[in-house]
């Protein structure tokens, strides 16, 4: 009962950090009228998502090979454990050497289509420094961003340990693609200051259109396909040198277990073939895991899924972040709102380029994938489901019993 209720929890710790998008209410938020057949949901992009840009990158002559280092280091992750327990990450910016004459202004940029977006910086209490001059662009149109104010406001009413809501903005056309833009307003004071701190977004948009998680007939039951990574029917590309590649390792010392993986190395910028493993199936559930944190060879990377033309966004890192084990497999999608009666194709994508800096490497590490089918009832006792695998190091051949035992087994049948 103990180890049922440590995966039920583990479980659920690994949902609540999927790409499905979550529903929070930012505060003071006002939906715009809709008509009834249309539905507003909020999904919070962190700070860590593939699909946030932060410019400029970490160039080669200012950056040793550990690295970038204050004050040429134009973002810095910063990684702390929230109130609730889950690890969070924030990135803050300096202003030294950002001119416009020298540098591009540091700033993040995010496209999406929605009717209102929330801002978010980092946790007073994460800030050690005093905050830069920010402004928050849309479009051409620039809005300045009283952080100071906003930060002060924050310790009064003694909420300091959780994001603070810099700049929102409601009332945007949701059928409309719109990009938003934090920056530093003015990079050219001597003061050395944090510059700008960024957390997360919120962005109100039309809920996608999904199916119904599928409910079973009463002549029919589910059953777990599992195509771990050396299963024929995953395709991998490119499939040349220094991409994909298998590894076979331990994580008790007893058991070895196989994963394929990529690093951004072989992924040079302007390459035509993408990095990516693409597989068709039948199923009412997918489920995607990595490799355990414990045999990762380099950090995790950006990724993506896509699902027939609909993408997600794999926020590798904040998945890892808050592992409940460093030995276990990682869920890292799940998605139970599929059609079981028709073919699914699905892909996953590697969005990491070979960086110009030596020794910054990313990866991305596929464990297995679970496809659950809904098949005829049969004799199977509840709950029990069928699993096919192609190849498992983990499962080891029975040996052949001995002669004498089976010449005494064929005395006792009367033979």
């Known amino acids: 009962m103990q180890m049922l209720t440590l995966s039920i929890s583990t479980w659920l710790l690994a949902t609540s950090l999927l790409p499905r998008g979550h529903c929070d209410t930012p505060p003071t938020q006002k939906f715009p009228k809709l008509s009834p057949a249309k539905r507003l949901i909020n999904r919070t992009i962190s700070s860590t998502n593939p699909h946030i ?17 204050d004050p040429y280091n134009p973002w810095t992750p910063v990684s702390y454990k929230s109130p609730n ?25 995010f496209g999406f289509r929605g009717s209102a977006v929330y801002l978010y910086g980092a946790p007073v209490n994460q800030v050690l420094q005093s905050p830069g001059s920010h402004e928050v662009c849309v479009g051409s149109t620039c809005h300045p961003v009283y952080v100071q104010s906003l930060y002060q406001r924050s310790r009064i009413q003694r909420t300091d340990d959780v994001p603070v809501l810099l700049w929102a903005r409601e009332g945007l056309d949701v059928s409309q693609y719109h990009e938003i833009r934090l920056r530093i307003r003015d990079p050219h004071t001597s003061e050395r ?26 002549d029919q039951e589910f059953h777990e396909i599992t195509y771990h990574d050396t299963h024929p029917s995953l395709s991998y590309t490119p ?32 390459s035509v073939e993408k990095q990516a493993v693409s597989w068709s199936f039948k199923g009412a559930r997918l489920a995607v895991y990595g490799a355990p944190k414990k045999l ?29 084990s460093i030995n276990e497999r990682v869920l890292l999608y799940h998605n139970d709102r599929l059609d079981p009666t028709n073919t699914t194709s699905a892909m996953i994508r590697f969005l990491e380029q070979k960086s110009p800096i030596p020794g910054v490497v ?3 590490y596929l464990s297995q ?47």
């Open 53 to 69: 840009s932060y410019h400029p990158e970490c160039q080669l002559g200012f950056c040793s090979q550990n690295g970038c280092t």
């Open 85 to 109: 327990g889950i690890i969070e990450t924030f990135f803050k910016s300096n202003n030294w050497h950002n001119y416009p004459d020298t540098e591009e202004i540091r700033h993040m940029s």
């Open 193 to 218: 200051i944090i510059g700008i701190t960024f957390h997360h977004l919120v962005v109100t948009e039309e809920a996608p259109e999904e199916q119904e998680p599928w409910v079973l007939g009463n």
């Open 239 to 270: 499939a040349k040198l220094h991409n994909w590649e298998t590894g076979i390792a331990s994580v008790d010392g007893l058991h070895n277990q196989t994963f394929h993986y990529i690093t951004s190395d072989g992924n040079l910028p302007g």
């Open 296 to 324: 990762l060879l380099h950090p995790p990377g950006h990724a993506e899924i896509c699902i027939e033309t609909r993408c997600h966004a794999i926020d590798m890192n904040r998945i890892y972040n808050n592992v409940a």
């Open 362 to 364: 990313k990866g991305f």
């Open 369 to 415: 994938i679970v496809v659950t089918e809904v098949r005829p009832s049969s004799a199977l006792e509840p709950g029990e489901n069928v699993s096919y695998t192609f190849f498992d190091p983990e499962s080891e051949p029975e040996e052949d019993p001995p002669l004498l035992d089976v010449v005494a087994g064929l005395l006792l049948k009367g033979f």
